[in-house]
């Protein structure tokens, strides 16, 4: 089954927003999207961040790492679209997985009925939402499920898990095992799934079982769905508080600040290939990116690039910070060298310190 390629992950219109690579797209192109891939049987591995994401990615590299190997990222989380308008992102929607969701379940974007395959849960809530799916939807249904325990990765990629999965036929892939696991899980095992869709989208299990409820429209739109969370899930009120802590220290050490600065979009950008290194001279800016693209794509060999060379660039934006995220998908061990002092500044300033040597 095809996967993105380095020119298509380069075609996306990515943005490092607090240090993950969010893709600038609406509900209504997500669906799309997601409608494509099922079609043309393409692997897409979509990842839908939230704030803990983001506090957890910031520390984790392996969880990190699983978010940059996504096909596509979408902003589930109200919290990264006021961060977006603050900085003069164009990330304006949220695009959560449970809306996603919500939105298949209501049209029939690919000529037959979604088939839908449920990973994890507690106890026998992946079953419960395989047998409910019909219910809740006319272009929809249940094409299997497991429910692993509480066990190790490893103990969940047994061969005869995989087999039943790909069996199904399926269409799309809800895990549900924990942000952290899921990711790993769906990367461990990202080869050898055959479903077109795969994403970890924990919520939607319980939704679709109806073991939790879903927060009023209203909350969902002002930020305010955490409330309802904790009412449900009373268990989640200590990480939405830690949570809620760091995104205060982030905005205020990091955020705010750029948000004052003057956003100077003049001067433009040219890149070369001296040996393993790729060397960007200019404005690693927005306005500038796409003259680059295809070049860029051309000079790359992700078997032997090893860093990027910003002796050479004046400026990089959250834009430009995108890019180099799409190549470290593709070259995981890539290393950025030489940024003069305000260029590494703006990779700090946007959690990205980790892409520096």
């Known amino acids: 089954m095809k996967t993105n390629s380095l020119k298509d992950d380069l075609g996306r219109q990515v943005w490092c927003l607090m240090g993950l690579p969010i893709d600038a797209v609406s509900m209504g192109e997500t669906v799309e999207k997601v409608d494509s891939a099922i079609r043309e049987r393409k692997k897409l591995f979509l990842t839908t961040p939230n704030l803990n994401f983001v506090i957890g990615c910031r520390n984790d590299e392996v969880f990190r790492n699983s978010v940059i190997q996504s096909d596509l990222v979408i902003a589930d ?11 003069n992102i164009p990330i304006r929607e949220r695009v959560s997985g449970s809306n996603l969701f919500e939105k298949l379940l209501k ?11 449920y990973f994890g849960g507690q106890d026998d809530v992946a079953k419960r939402a395989e047998e409910k799916t019909a219910n809740l939807s006319s272009v929809a249904v249940g094409a299997g499920s497991i429910s692993p325990g509480f066990v190790s990765t490893t103990e969940m990629s047994k061969a005869e898990y995989i087999r039943k999965i790909n069996q199904s ?3 799309i892939l809800i895990v549900a095992l924990g942000a952290k696991k899921g990711q790993e899980w769906i990367v461990k095992n990202l080869q050898t799934l055959e479903t077109p869709i795969i994403s970890h989208l924990g919520a939607v299990i319980n939704f679709v079982a109806g073991t939790v409820q879903r927060s009023p429209v209203w909350m969902q739109k002002t930020g305010l769905e955490w409330l309802w969370r904790i009412k449900e899930e009373r268990s989640l009120f200590k990480r939405y508080w830690n949570d809620g802590m760091a995104f205060v220290q982030m905005m205020a050490s990091d955020v705010i600040p750029q948000s004052f600065q003057k956003n100077d979009q003049t001067g433009q950008l040219s890149v070369k290939k001296e040996g393993n290194t790729l060397a960007f001279t200019g404005c690693f800016t927005e306005n500038n990116v796409d003259s680059v693209i295809e070049e860029v794509a051309k000079l790359i060999d992700p078997s032997s690039l090893v860093s990027i060379d910003l002796s050479q660039c004046q400026k990089i934006d959250q834009r430009g910070l995108g890019v180099l995220l799409m190549i470290k998908k593709h070259v995981p061990k890539l290393c950025v060298t030489s940024a003069i002092s305000e260029v590494e500044k703006t990779f700090v300033r946007n959690g990205a310190k980790y892409l520096l040597c």
């Open 77 to 87: 989380g109200m919290p990264l679209i006021w961060v977006a308008k603050l900085l």
């Open 107 to 117: 049209r029939n974007g690919i000529g037959k009925k979604y088939r839908i395959f």
């Open 169 to 171: 036929e399926s269409d």
